[in-house]
């Protein structure tokens, strides 16, 4: 018997469940990206069947970063770049749970750019989404990670002299099983990407491009989009590596030619999650670490049965 | 007083097999029926720094390493290497007998390996032994391994000398090299254990003094670390998962979790960084597990902002601080109290953690116990110090002592029944950070439980989690998570053993006080006062926050004048007792050592003369400074 039996818990699921009743004053400005995560994420959650009481929405800080507060489930609003070892590790403690962390591009691929990779290297059964604003939006506009050379805000006046950073390619040189881009203007693809992204047993990395009328305000809007997988114009093998690394190349130069490429670029479902790996060399239990807390019956090991080799 | 201690001292390089060669040694006297206290130097080169391990034995119990010691092995270091004259480690071979001979008392006996280390080369030898009467055997180790064995038996050769020399039976050595080596290993160590012995038996006449005492036990012992003693404590209380980054000397403790973990069902995991290892506790403490982390001082300031975290989102997890030499990469393997500071107040704003400096092995268990229960209890971080020297001493402690009830108690966690029963939202979420709750702690469900969600978040929250501002919530939130503290200081002051330990004459009129890992030295200099005609007993102060404000008045009130000993430049810990007593500051004065080296008792003894008796004239011989009672 479970002590969690929200998990696996067969029933209908409807995506206002995950709307919170005691709503707090929205933070989001009106017509911030930001709004279309939220929803394509409630729609995604029928379809996975998941309901409020086993997902865990680790966030870090920034505009994206508020994410839980308007999604019901269990929430960890946690630091700013760190929603990554949190969540992991709730992973691990216990697998059943969904677990899914989000945040913003400067608290992902700057501040928490060593967590991306590691996380991604190991591969856990996970879903990331990085809202990708082009700016840091929490803090007033100032450059992210992920402006474009050149782009000025007052703590780059001149301009940013460096180029951006490229998320995919990075996700994918890091050992990401999953990797996609979707956009906010396109909230049907963004949620069939988050769908399978969750059904995904491995780190599934969504670069989520969310528009910031705010603080990007000459920025485009992400449309017109071309989806790889809609259009002609591409013929992509999601298996094949190589492929998917010019793939994502072009796309992480095309964002700043105004030309806005977005759809599945890798998908490895042979690669075994983190859990799996360490349950393989024996160093995870196969029962979830979380149930035994709860069970009566369990014979707790002590440090008394190893005290012979010191003796 | 008992027969003198023997304090046997094993040097060599730093790959020469010292730390299992010594090991076994200490264990084959504790088997014996003697009390053991291993201490070791090393230096943070893997190879070609030269190392050694001081082995005490005694029929009494022993607190700490001696004054200087009495018998020395001297392996020569086979791993040196560079020959060209002027190189920056100078001649590496003789190191572990010239460096060693400062320490050695009257009357000491030296073994050296002749096959590697050539007298010649030591400026001074036979004056210097004529003058301290020392007794020398030159035997050619080396030759002897390799007759019979490998080179490294180089350490059995030793050992079987020094049996020979201070009366241990060989068999007690036999008995360990059987459990421990494969056969084809065993034999040629058997071997060269016994020839060893024989070649002093039959070569050398002797006339030294030094001989083993004599003692039982009466009950079987376990030769422990602190650091094994951290890890026991919490398997104990059901730790089953551990994040971090290796740091020495915090390595021990993970590495010793790291072994038991898998074995018991539980996971380990060493990852990119300090910060996503506190980090990784904090998530699995939220997701149901006990979780830990830690480090040395470099690795915990990057914890700082998850140990906030922890804090803020009232998530139970315990961190270990190790101390070594700082600031910043400092002297990673020597020992120091200098992060007592950085560790009560490190992150931003007001802390709410509670911090424990266990003084010995036993104590390091009793208190990571204790660390976890207060954690999962109250919902808040906790840490325990130790220190380089604490995490690699080793003596005995009775078997029994481990003999336990295990305790995996979450705390405050509610099944999904008793979920039903808290408040909710409509829609169903939890009001996780209620204001009035008993002891300021509330239920705090687990991801998964059905009817148990809650949202949680490192920004200042209302009753339901969310992000607020507003400073009326804002300053009764703070209130109840501060408040936790006065109720565990409470809890502490009732509890039937005190963490805080005492020592010498209840009316004596001065005092020493330590706090964590000098409290053994502190006893040992007390004995040596007392012995001396001195009036004087010793506080050593585990608890730093919340501090013990009740017994360190009491205590304070009880003497004319109070010496506060500590490894640190800046004298933390008597600004942290007048910070937190707000008086006395004419009753205490400093004795500090921020060398590298550890408090012996004899520093002690000779601060407390120099201070207390002669009112702080006269300087001090060893490497330790004085600083007088601010109303002096
Ligand atoms: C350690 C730390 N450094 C800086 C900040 C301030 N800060 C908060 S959010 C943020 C950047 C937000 O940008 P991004 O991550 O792209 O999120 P967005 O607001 O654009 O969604 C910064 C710099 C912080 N909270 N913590
Ligand atoms: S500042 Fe930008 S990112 Fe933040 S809420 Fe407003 S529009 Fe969205
Ligand atoms: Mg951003």
Known sequence: MSAFSAIGETGEIDANQFTPEQEPQPTWCPGCGDFAVLKSLKQAMPEVGRSPDEVLLVTGIGCSGKLNSYFESYGFHTLHGRSLPVARAAKLANPGIEVIAAGGDGDGYGIGGNHFMHTARENHDMVYIVFNNEVFGLTKGQSSPTSPKGHKSKTQPSGVAKDPIRPLSMALASGASYIARTAAVNPNQAKEILVEAIEHDGFAHIDFLTQCPTWNKDARQYVPYTDIQDSDDYDLDLTDRRAAADMMAETEAALYEGTVLTGRYYVDDDRPSYGQEKQNIGEMPETPLAERYFDDDYEWERSYDFIESYT | ?632
């Not at chain 2, 059995?156 to 241990?168: D, K, M, R, S, Y």
């Not at chain 2, 209380?237 to 740091?247: D, K, L, N, S, V």
């Not at chain 2, 038991?260 to 506790?281: H, N």
Request: charged content about 25%.
């Open chain 2, 1 to 632: 007083m008992s027969s003198e201690d023997l304090i046997w001292r094993i040097a060599g390089g730093s790959g020469d097999g010292i730390d299992s060669t010594s090991r076994n040694f200490a264990k084959a006297l504790m088997r014996s029926g003697l009390h053991v206290f291993t201490h070791r130097h090393y230096p943070s080169r893997i190879r070609g720094g030269h190392t050694y391990v001081e082995v005490r034995a005694s029929d009494e119990p022993v607190h700490s390493r001696g004054d200087g010691y009495n018998f020395l092995l001297a392996l020569g270091d086979s791993f040196a290497r560079n020959e060209q004259p002027g190189a920056v480690y100078g001649n590496e071979e003789i190191k572990p007998l010239v460096e060693n001979l400062d320490e050695l008392r009257e009357g000491g006996i030296i073994v050296y390996d002749s096959g590697l280390i050539d007298i010649e080369d030591i400026p001074d030898f036979d004056e210097r032994v004529e003058e301290n009467n020392w007794h020398v055997f030159p035997m050619d180790l080396r030759s002897l391994a390799r007759e019979h064995g490998r080179e490294v038996m180089r350490n059995t050769a030793g050992v079987g000398a020094t049996a020979e020399l201070v009366g241990i039976e060989l068999g007690a050595f036999e008995e360990l090299m059987e459990e421990s080596f494969p056969d084809e290993i065993l034999q040629p160590n058997l071997k060269v254990l016994h020839e060893a012995a024989a070649i002093v038996r039959d070569e050398f006449e002797t006339d030294h003094e030094l001989a083993v005492p004599e003692s039982t036990h009466e009950e079987e012992q376990a030769l422990v670390s602190g650091s094994d003693c951290v890890a026991f404590g919490a398997l104990d209380e059901g730790c089953r998962f551990i994040a971090g980054y290796p740091m020495t000397p915090w390595t021990e403790v993970f590495t010793i979790m790291s072994g038991y973990l898998p074995q018991v069902g539980g996971i380990s995991e060493q990852v990119e960084d300090e910060i996503a290892a506190a980090a990784l506790a904090i998530g699995a403490s939220h997701a149901g597990v006990k979780a830990m982390s830690g480090s040395s001082g470099g690795g915990f300031a990057l914890m700082s902002e998850p140990l906030g975290l922890a804090e803020m989102t009232e998530t139970p997890v315990v961190l270990i601080e190790a101390m070594r030499a700082g600031p910043s990469t400092g002297m990673p393997t020597k020992p120091e109290q200098g992060d007592l500071e950085h560790v009560l107040y490190t992150s931003q704003g007001d802390s709410s953690r509670v911090v424990f400096a266990p003084g010995t092995a036993a104590e390091a268990y009793e208190q990571t116990r204790k660390a976890f229960q207060i954690a999962y209890e109250y919902q808040l971080p906790t840490i325990v110090i130790i220190d380089q020297k604490l995490s690699g001493e080793n003596i005995n402690v009775p078997a029994s002592f481990f003999d336990r009830e295990p305790n995996p108690d979450l705390g405050n966690v509610p099944t999904e029944a008793e979920l039903e029963d808290l408040p909710h939202d409509d829609v169903g979420k939890v009001k996780r950070f209620q204001y009035e709750v008993e002891n300021g702690v509330n239920a705090r469900p687990i991801p998964g439980q059905k009817g148990g969600r809650f949202l949680t978040t490192g920004n200042e929250h209302t009753e339901f989690g969310h992000i607020s501002e507003d400073p009326q919530n804002r300053v009764i939130q703070m209130e109840r998570r501060l408040e936790k503290l006065n109720i565990i200081r409470d809890e502490l002051d009732e509890a039937d053993d005190s963490h805080q330990s005492y020592y010498g004459p209840d009316d004596a009129d001065y005092g020493i006080i330590t706090w964590g890992s000098m409290q053994g030295a502190a006893v040992e200099a007390v004995d040596q006062l007392v012995a001396e005609g001195h009036d004087v007993k010793a506080l050593n102060v585990s608890d730093l926050m919340p501090y013990p404000v009740a017994e360190v008045s009491e205590f304070l009130e009880s003497v004319e004048q109070a010496l506060i000993v500590e490894m640190n430049a800046s004298a933390q810990f008597r600004g942290l007792t007048q910070k937190e007593l707000g008086t006395y500051g004419e009753k205490l004065s400093s004795l500090l050592k921020f060398d590298g080296n550890p408090f012996e008792p004899g520093d002690i003894v000779e601060g407390f003369e120099v201070e207390i008796i002669n009112d702080g004239t006269g300087p001090t011989q060893a490497n330790t400074r004085i600083e007088p009672a601010v109303g002096d």
